[in-house]
């Protein structure tokens, strides 16, 4: 599997377009310019299979009813702690000055250990709550990364003073999912530069690779 990179709206949220040689593709966390996802989907010359959600904060989101108009078919797939809070984004937003369309609801629920696939290619689902309730990250064992989210960042870690955020979990799920990894993974946040695992356990000012 391959993937590309775009860095959409006001708070420079990544979102993720993963690919390979099959026409099907999946998009991770459209969370603003729908038409820019929507240009790097036709670019690739790619279908978008599932709409995947490392959480549902707005700026992971707020993208969501174009890309579901524009791809009538495509699978949004989010954890079922989060499946509530997806409906509240609107309003969440506007608190931040922002406005957003209703995004439309979840097409079905990932958790722990499930394999999500396109073609020969696997996403393995791993829980990782901390940042919100319902927080996963998507690993790709066989092309050594890992899609994070707000889970952990290149220095630091995601905010835990939003409702549902605890930074005694977010420690444990870096450092018993994440850190558990191969050194030599990519880590692919939701802001900001991508990293590696073991320069992330050696150097991260928040959490290190120590034992919990």
């Known amino acids: 599997m391959k993937y590309e990179m775009l860095t959409v709206g006001p708070l420079e949220t990544n979102c ?3 690919y390979s040689e099959y026409k099907e593709c999946i998009i991770v966390d459209p969370g603003f310019e729908a038409d820019e996802i929507i240009s790097l989907v036709e670019k690739l010359g790619k279908i978008p299979k599932y709409v995947l959600l490392t959480h549902t904060h707005f700026d992971h989101i707020s993208a969501l009813r174009d890309i579901r108009e524009k791809y009538k078919n495509v699978k949004i797939l989010l954890h079922p702690m989060e499946k509530d809070m997806l409906t509240q984004q609107s309003g969440f937003a506007m608190f931040f000055g922002i406005r957003i369309k209703d995004p439309p609801p979840a097409d079905g629920l990932v958790d722990e250990g499930d394999i999500i696939s396109f073609g020969d290619n696997r996403l393995e689902v791993l829980y990782t709550p ?3 309730p319902g927080s996963v990250s998507f690993l790709s064992r ?3 990364f ?4 707000d889970l952990l960042f290149e220095g630091s870690i ?5 409702p549902g955020g605890s930074f005694e979990e977010i420690k444990r799920s870096i450092q018993k999912k994440i850190y558990n990894l191969p050194d030599e993974f990519d880590v692919l946040p939701g802001h900001g530069n991508r990293t590696k695992v073991g320069v992330e ?3 991260n000012a928040f959490v290190r690779g120590d034992k919990i």
């Open 16 to 18: 993720y377009v993963i």
């Open 130 to 132: 901390g940042h919100s």
């Open 142 to 144: 066989e092309d050594k």
């Open 146 to 149: 890992v899609v994070v989210g």
């Open 158 to 162: 995601g905010r835990t003073d939003f």
């Open 201 to 203: 356990k050696r150097s």
